[in-house]
């Protein structure tokens, strides 16, 4: 069943997960939505942010160096070597809001970093894993 499917049918209960929204998460079956925050940025920022997380309330993220074309220039570093990263942190939609504000904020202006938010269903498992931390 696919999302559009789900809504239609009932089944899909809608709780403001939202970054701003009320802080629920939603269930779909044996699933539960939480947040994935994605960032890509300068790879030399990642110590930094990385403590920036932490203190933000995320309890855990993956992170490894990406290539790619887009918004942002990306230059060669001194071996000649992109020296960009992407990095996901799944967590709550509260956590979500305050990752997204940090990256947006001044301290990032003069930096290519590009930060979104989707919606991620995981077993309840996971989500319990996320949320009690």
């Known amino acids: 069943m696919n999302q559009r499917d ?6 899909h209960q809608s ?5 701003g929204g009320s802080g629920h998460f939603a269930a779909i079956g044996a699933h539960i939505e939480i947040q994935a925050v994605r960032i890509i940025c300068d790879i030399v920022l990642k110590e930094d942010l ?3 997380l932490k203190s933000l309330g995320a309890t855990g993220w993956t992170w490894w160096p990406v290539h790619g074309k887009g918004e942002h220039v990306t230059e060669p570093g ?4 992109l020296q960009r990263m992407y990095l996901e ?3 709550t939609p509260a956590v979500a809001e ?10 990032f202006e003069s930096v290519g970093m ?3 938010i989707s919606p991620l269903f995981v077993s309840k498992q996971t989500a319990a894993h996320v949320c009690r931390h």
Do not use: D
């Open 6 to 11: 789900a809504n239609q049918s009932g089944t």
């Open 15 to 19: 709780t403001g997960n939202q970054p």
């Open 50 to 52: 990385l403590k920036h």
């Open 78 to 81: 001194m071996f000649g070597e």
């Open 89 to 91: 942190v799944w967590c």
């Open 98 to 107: 305050k990752i997204f504000v940090y990256c947006n904020s001044s301290h």
């Open 114 to 116: 590009t930060v979104g």
